[in-house]
């Protein structure tokens, strides 16, 4: 059947979650992804937006757990007001 050797083909790709080692189960990683899909979407190339999503991570820019989401306070430097 055309349809199971399509769907074959699919679950045998790796996903930019899986090349950049998030798992996507985490509560930590669902935010890192959130950011790589934006950086994915936009009219960059797929290495790019990998090599900034690196860059990002190795600068510290990103959370590094669900602790850090929702637990500040208005006016701290993580609240975004």
């Given at each position: 059947?055309?349809?199971?050797?399509?769907k074959e083909k699919l679950l045998g790709l790796t996903?930019?979650?899986?090349?950049?080692?998030?798992?996507?189960?985490?509560?930590?990683?669902?935010?890192?992804?959130?950011?790589?899909s934006i950086l994915f979407a936009k009219r960059i190339?797929?290495?790019?937006?990998?090599?900034?999503?690196?860059?990002?991570?190795?600068?510290?820019?990103?959370?590094?757990?669900?602790?850090?989401?929702?637990?500040?306070?208005?006016?701290?430097?993580?609240?975004?007001?």
């Amino acid at each position: 059947m055309l349809g199971s050797q399509v769907k074959e083909k699919l679950l045998g790709l790796t996903t930019y979650s899986q090349e950049l080692g998030l798992d996507l189960l985490k509560v930590e990683d669902r935010f890192k992804w959130f950011l790589a899909s934006i950086l994915f979407a936009k009219r960059i190339s797929a290495r790019m937006a990998m090599a900034t999503f690196k860059e990002f991570e190795n600068a510290g820019l990103l959370l590094g757990g669900s602790s850090e989401i929702g637990n500040s306070s208005p006016g701290s430097p993580t609240s975004g007001y």
